[in-house]
Structures are given as structure tokens and as C-alpha cells.
């Protein structure tokens, strides 16, 4: 049986290019047995951290009435843990950013978490995506002992669909089949 994959899809345009990688992955990652939940964040309702400090001392909770809970949930039954960004100005999407900060009351509670990162850009040059995955690989320094298990560079990418057509499409089958396993 093959691992729980949560994939994050931060996408504000559905059918972009970040999703398009996402669900690429996916199928990778189902052809080598995973189970696979995706979440697309444009479709919940998620509002910023409000820096109130509840869930400092009651882990688990929040003073905002939102939808991070079920996300939360299904962080906690994922063995892997993938996030997908468009970058916008270096740096991943507002939805991205804004559900990140909410893991403040449950990262300490998920040791051991393993993560991908997918991100997409319409340059043509990869390293115009460093600063983007930077903002992610926070992530590996706050969760207790978290590890990056891969990247997908979506360089090349600017009309939805674009992503279909670069060597990102199949590195994102690729990274699938190989999460399902690890």
C-alpha cells in the first residue's frame, strides 16, 4: 500500500499551471499505489493569522473560525505533504503564505513530516524559482525533524496549460511515483 499524499494546491486559477503539475503528480503518484486528498485552497474559506497567541498555549486550536482545521486534519493522516505555488514577485502566493502562518498551532504536533514543493514561474530560467522554494523550505526548519523529499521546477509556464508542454510535466509524474514509496 502506498503512503497518504496531501497535495496543497495554491493556485488562485484553476487550471493554472501549478495545478495542472499537481494533478500530473498525482497520477504518478496513484499509478504506484498512493492515496492522494487534493486541497485547493482558492476554494476554502482561510483567513491571515491574527498573531492572538491562543494556540501558543492550546495547541490544536484557533480563534479563527475558518477552514484550517480540516486542513490541519488532513496534514496529520498525510505521510507527504506537497505544496504548489505560483511565484508571484519570488515568492509564493498569498493563499500559500497565509495558510503557512496558520500552521503555527499544529507543526510542532507533526514531527517527522516529509515535503515536496512545486512551483511555477513563466520565466525560462529554473533559478528564478530559488527565492520561491526558499519560502517554502521555512516549513523544514519549523516541523521537527521534516525532510524535503523533492522539487519541480514549472519554469516556462504563463497560459494555463503551458506547464503541459515543458519537462516539469514529467518530473511531476516522476516525483509521484516516487512519494508513493518513500
Known sequence: MGNNILVINSSPRKGGN????????IEGAQANGATCVKVSLREKKINCCIACDLCRSNPWTCSIDDDMPEIWEKMKEADVIVLSTPSYFFSVSAQLKMTIDRFRPVYKSMPGKKFAFIATVSGDEPELLEK??????GLLDCFPDASEEGRVYGNSAWLPGDSR???????????GKRLASI
Not at 520561491?132 to 523550505?137: E, I, L
Request: hydrophobic share 30%.
Open 18 to 25: 501549478s495545478e495542472t503539475l499537481c494533478d500530473r503528480l
Open 132 to 137: 520561491t522554494f526558499g519560502a517554502m523550505n
Open 165 to 175: 508542454n515543458t519537462k516539469a510535466y514529467e518530473e511531476a509524474y516522476e516525483l
